[in-house]
């Protein structure tokens, strides 16, 4: 079992950037994937990035492709998101979540067991 613990959320400018950690307890951080959702008010939760365990393969929602970089040190059992050119389209609470999901259920909340509480990134002038 994991747990997860999101930061670094915040209140940045339109154009910003920020970097978002998720910090894990438990021995099996290197086993699992990571996935990064967010859910902004009204709307229901959408997949924005993934790293499998060994950090071969990364997966990106095209909304935020070119901006944001999902990584991950399995050696401090953290993962990041850093994202770059925030608009407000971007405002949301973000999760992170580990599991072992397929690549059919990757980009999908059921493919992962554990989440975190969430941080709230606010994108606004």
């Known amino acids: 079992q994991v747990q997860l613990l999101e930061s670094g959320g915040g209140l940045v400018q339109p154009g910003g950037s920020l970097r978002l950690s998720c910090a894990a307890s438990?021995?099996?951080?290197?086993?699992?994937?990571i996935g990064w959702f967010r859910q902004a008010p009204g709307k229901e939760r959408e997949f924005v990035a993934a790293i499998t365990s060994n950090s071969y393969d990364r997966y990106y929602a095209d909304s935020i492709l070119g901006r944001f970089t999902v990584s991950r040190d399995n050696a401090k059992n953290a993962a990041y998101l850093q994202m770059n050119n925030l608009n407000t389209d971007d405002t949301a609470i973000y999760y992170c979540a580990a599991g072992d999901p397929t690549i059919a259920t990757i980009e999908a909340s059921m493919g992962y067991d554990y989440w975190g509480q969430g941080t709230q990134v606010t994108v606004s002038s």
């Open positions: 438990g021995r099996a951080f290197s086993t699992y994937s």
